[in-house]
Every structure is written in C-alpha cells, then in structure tokens.
C-alpha cells in the first residue's frame, strides 16, 4: 500500500461489548470511514456503519432490510474517532455493543471526499458521492438511482474488480455483488447463498471502466428515485486482493497467491449454493485457520474445521484445508477478497 503499512488502512479489532454508553473502541489505528460489527458468541446480525450514510445508519448483511436511521437516541455507532470508534447503548438488532457479547470489528479507511455530478463532468449519467482512498483502490459511493440504464463514478482512478450495492431506502432488496471473476452478466448476493447468478438487468451486462460502474433497470442497483451504497475495491499490490481461483478437493487444498500475508479472507462459491466464509488473524493468529463468520447469517462463530471448511493463511496467499463445497470441493469455483496483514517481503509464513 502506498504511504505506510496495510493497517493504516484496514485492521481488524476485538472488543468486548458492556451494554453502556459510550464504550470507545481504540487500537484501529486510524480514523474509520467503513466499519463492520459482528458478535462472535451470539447470533446476532452484521452490522455495517459507514462515514458516508453517517454514523447512525445501520445496514445488515444477513437481512435485506432498508438501512435503519438514525433516531434521536441513538447510540449503536456513537462517532468515528481518530483511533476506532465509539458504540453505546444497542437498540438495535446489530452486533455492537450487546453487554458481554465478544465483538469483532473489520475497519477501512477511505477519507477523501468525493463528488460528481454527472452533467456537468460528462462522467457517467448519474451523480454520485462518497468518500474514497485511491492509494488503496476503495470507495464508498452513493447515489440515486433513475430506473434507466446508467453509469455511476466510482472515483478510483482504476477498474474496481469487486463492488458490493445495497439499496437503502426500502425493504427486500439484496446485495448484489459484482466480481471481474465472474464479469458483469453474474451477480453474487452478500445476503444470500445463491451461486453465480445471471442476471442481465443487475450491470447492464457493462464490464465497470476506470472511471466508472453501469447500473440497468433491477431495483436491486437502481430503482427510480431508490437510495444505494456501494463499496468499490480493486486490488493494490501488497494491500488487497480480489480474484478467483478452482478447489481440488483435497486436505492440501488449491494454493491461492494474493502476494502478501493476508488478514482478512472472505470466499465464497460461485458453483454451490453456499455460505460466504470469512477468515481473519485477530480472532485466529494461528494456522489452522477455523473461527469463521458469515456476512450472509448472523450465526455466531463457528469452527470450520469440524466442516472442513478451514483454511491455512501463508506467508503470500491462502490454502484451504478440506473437501467442503463452500471452499475447496474438486473443481468447484469460487471468489475471494483479500486484505493485507504484511506485505510479502516482510511476511513470514505463521
């Protein structure tokens, strides 16, 4: 990553909830501008806060729920701070700051305000704004949408190779995730265990360009007048990582090379209806690689290698560790996202 090390720019922190106000969660190491919760011994929703909807706008990944505004008391996600963030009293179903509840929070920092408007720049057919990191290829992006076939800025300067679009504004709608792996006729759903999905209304069947993303007519990523969020990555050596790659079936799994020692790994099968499994070295700094979580359920955490679903994580890339469906099963394909613990020339194999 360019300017410092991959945790100026995400890091994963653990915390355990008291239930009261004001509980200031530090040790991100920068100020956050996108941070997911997730309570690991309860069954409790993924919470995602971003700097662009605010503070007090919830989402949740396992529901296809409108995002939850911010009520006068409102205390689940207080304020983005210079080091973490501050929770206080949950009222909400999310996994915040539920009194003795064991929490983790993935944090990603963006911070560049960003804003086009589409007529006057003649880039893209629908205004945006959001806030983005171009050194580390990710952006947060709103924008309303037309319920015609558009393009949206993504201000990353290069093609995102991973956009995950949450409508706001209404319930019982999905998240579609768009991947380069599988290109802009597929859609996944973070919300969902569905493999690979064609749908040709979702991008406009339009592969994304280094200036901006195509939306069609699905009320899922543009709905007349609807709200949207999309989070926008492309791969940055030595920080991030988003690719493809197809299982084996063996308890010597596919080598997967990201080119760095990874701390956070999210897979998920695009052949099998199957959980999206999310690895990371806070909650597991040793190999094997078992405590898994899922953006698509709010189980609490479970060990993966009772389902040969674990995973190693190496020195410049990953390796699953079983014959399960949702991570390795003999050719079977899958999607992952990657973010960076060490760069490769200072990572040691753990």
């Known amino acids: 990553a360019q300017g410092g090390s991959p945790q100026d720019y995400f ?6 909830g008291n239930g009261a106000d004001n509980h200031a969660i530090s040790g991100v190491g ?6 997911w919760m997730k309570s690991r011994n309860n069954a409790r929703s993924n919470a995602f806060v971003d700097s662009v909807r605010g503070r007090g706008s919830i989402l949740y990944s396992d529901l296809t729920n409108a995002q939850e505004a911010p ?6 996600l207080v304020s983005f701070d210079t080091d973490g963030f501050t929770v206080g009293t949950p009222e909400r179903a999310g996994s915040t700051n539920t009194n003795n509840d064991t929490i983790v929070a993935w944090n990603w920092k963006a911070g560049t ?4 408007d589409a007529s006057s720049t003649s880039v893209g057919s629908i205004d945006s704004a959001g806030s983005v990191n171009t050194d580390v290829g990710f952006s ?3 924008y309303t949408g037309t319920g015609s076939n558009g393009t949206i800025a993504h201000g990353l300067g290069v093609t995102p190779e991973m956009y995950i679009v949450k409508r706001r504004d209404a319930d019982g709608h999905s998240w579609p995730v768009y991947t380069s792996t599988l290109g802009a006729t597929k859609q996944l759903r973070l919300s969902g265990t569905n ?3 064609t749908t040709a209304n979702i991008w406009n069947n339009t592969e994304p360009t280094s200036s901006v993303f195509s939306v069609g007519t699905n009320t899922d990523s543009n709905a007349s007048s609807g709200t949207y969020i999309a989070y926008c990555m492309a791969s940055v050596d030595g920080y991030s990582k988003f690719g493809g790659y197809t299982g084996n079936g ?5 080598f997967v090379y990201t080119g760095f020692r990874p701390a956070f790994v999210l897979i998920k099968s695009t052949s099998a209806v199957e959980s999206w499994n999310l690895f990371d070295t806070a909650r597991d700094p040793s190999n094997l690689t078992t405590q898994n979580l899922n953006p698509n359920v709010s189980n609490a955490e479970s060990d993966a290698s009772s389902g ?4 190693d994580i190496l020195s410049n890339g990953f390796k699953p560790r079983g014959d399960n469906s949702a991570v390795n099963n003999d050719g079977g394909n899958f999607i992952y996202m990657a973010f960076a613990e060490q760069p490769f020339k200072y990572a040691n194999a753990r």
């Open 195 to 197: 493999a690979e999905i």
């Open 30 to 35: 920068f100020q956050p501008d996108w941070v």
């Open 113 to 116: 305000a960003f804003s086009n």
């Open 140 to 142: 947060i992006i709103g």
């Open 71 to 76: 009520a006068a008391s409102n205390n689940d």
């Open 250 to 254: 063996s308890a010597d799994g596919t």
């Open 308 to 311: 040969a679903r674990a995973i």
């Open 11 to 16: 890091n994963t922190v653990l915390y355990t």
